[in-house]
């Protein structure tokens, strides 16, 4: 885990790919964010998925990244 790594020293800082979250804020300081992005949905085009709500009971990868997937239960 990236906290354990800056924690034991054996890195200095966490450069990207750590999303800010309020367990994280709790855990880190952390700087302003450098950078903003978003998330989408792909799916085939010639998919029946075309709203969020299609996704139910459907598999899906997401990177195992449990920000990102908290971020997918969230969308609108």
């Known amino acids: 885990m990236k ?3 800056l924690n034991t ?3 200095d800082l966490i450069w ?3 999303a800010i979250t ?3 804020e709790e855990k880190v ?3 302003e964010p450098y950078l903003s992005d978003s998330q989408m949905i792909v799916v085939r085009k010639d ?8 996704l139910e009971g459907k598999s899906f990868q997401c990177n195992n990244h449990l920000a990102r ?3 997918l239960k969230t969308m609108n």
């Open 47 to 54: 998919s029946a998925i075309k709203v969020k709500a299609d």
């Open 9 to 11: 020293g054996n890195i």
């Open 22 to 24: 309020p367990e994280r």
């Open 69 to 71: 997937l908290i971020r």
């Open 29 to 31: 300081l952390l700087s």
């Open 3 to 5: 906290e354990t790594e």
């Open 16 to 18: 990207n790919g750590y």
